[in-house]
């Protein structure tokens, strides 16, 4: 039996005529579909009709996961313009920018806290950031969270979203990819558990350093996960790439990930993964 | 026309040829008149190196004469054996490992290898690693380990490839897995930038004891066109590109990241093979015996403490 009829036919709904006053609806980016902006929120940002996972700031990411009383640390490093980086902008005006944009110092934020009762420290990328790209307080946030896991004997749990190194920094943010992995080498050497959450999307430096490290890899459904991104590739080799190339699903079957885990069953799943582990 | 001359290096060349061609006669006046061009070819080149633009330095880098590392190999070591292999999947040409005999002694030798001409270039993919490649770089760096001998690493790769297969294998977690291996590897590495560092396909197997770098050449964390084209979505500022980038040996050595610089012959390495590998087999000897006097747990130390200190910040 090659083919199968299937039982319904799927007729596309006719548009719904709805107004949409500024604000109370938000159309997802994934299937065009308006969402009641309430229930945006409450879903977590994830599409209800496609399940599309739309970006998590991370502070929401934060209030999300961790429980409550989480305590931020190291908030205090800020990057500095020492190469004197100017493109369309100083890299000093980027900062600047981003900085007012986000209300972050740089594109990562390290907490002490728990989930599900289990401590942790964890680092949260903010893709918001200058697309969350790995620079020297990325590199420096990492290394002094691997420290605090060390010392505290509490495991690691990174939530990963970002555009790779930050060519702001030249060579220097290159060396984040070392300081970073040399940095987990430690913590596993310890024997520590580090748990990575790639998030949309995952790329570059980062995915060819600290990301791809950890003892359990997870990603939220259909992130881009990639070393070298899809139109380098598509450049590199004159032709498009299949549907569904270099996101979790294809890294699942490919045997790069340990699973997906959808962002409502996260928080649940990060628990019970510690609790196993180390608990 | 000399294959593969740049455009700052044709009077040089053009000086070149004219001296070469005297050389075949013999009168005392020829001589005279050798022996004078012979002078003024040696200034052109020192006035024309003395202000090379990174621009020009990433091109001598990717010069297409330019020795890469299997011409290095029989000039610096006296015996090789090549292991291939990553016993997963394949054997990826754009890295060459294998072992040698430096001054009497083992070595590992892990190393990328470009290719000079179509052929070439296309047997070791322009040495752009596939996961494979890394794969393999991550099993001899073990066997060294294993067996107590020091790593020479020979970095000169446009980047890893960004194709399909690449990253159907994991080209990103082959990559990290070399970085966080070798950052904790139980043997002396010393890592030498030869030509052309291309970013983490470069850093891959760049984690050392011993960061050198030839003077001509550039370690970046993007190709100048790269950048160029996305930072300003314009390919035509790829000179402001690589000027921006600080991508120079000098540039880095102010920045600490590398260790030393290994000058190169007059008018760039690929003007006399034998000098260039002669000045490196020097600079590695040296390094090596002093790396070998390091108890193990003490390089560890030196070797993760050089490489948390990377970064530049503030704290508020
Ligand atoms: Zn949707």
New interface residues.
Partial sequence: MLFRKPKYATIPLPKKKIETPEGLWIKCDECGELIYKKDWHASQMVCPECNYHARLGAKERLQLIMDEGVEEFNQGIKSVDFLGFIDSKSYSQRLEDAQKKTGFLDAIITVKGSIQGYRVVAGILCFDFMGGSMGSVMGEKIALAVNECIKENVPLVIFCASGGARMQEGTMSLMQMAKTSASIARLSEAGIPYISVLTHPTTGGVTASFATLADIIIAEPKVLICFAGPRVIEQTIGQKLPEGFQRSEFLLKHGLLDMIVPRKEMKDTLGNILKMLYY | MITGSLPFETPIDELEERINSLSTVSSEKTKEEARQLQKEYEELIQRIFSSLTPWQKTQLARHIRRPCILDYIPRIFDEFIELHGDRLIGDDRAIITGMARLNDETVFIIAHQKGKDTPTNIACNFGMPNPEGYRKAARIMRLAERFKKPILTFIDTPG?????E????????A???N???L??LKTPVIATVIGEGG??GA??I??ADKVLMLENAV????SPEG?AA???KDRSRTEEAAA????TAK??LE?Q?IDEIIPEPAGGAHRNYDEAAQKIKKVITRHLNKLKNIDIPALLEK??EK??K???????
């Fill in positions: 890893a490839y960004p194709g399909i690449a990253e159907e294998k994991g080209q990103g977690e990559i990290a897995r970085l966080f291996i950052s904790g970013s983490g850093l891959a760049g984690v370690y970046s964390v993007i950048c996305i930072l300003w921006t980038l600080h991508l540039d880095l920045l990241i070797r993760y490489y948390q990377m970064g530049k910040f503030i704290v508020e």
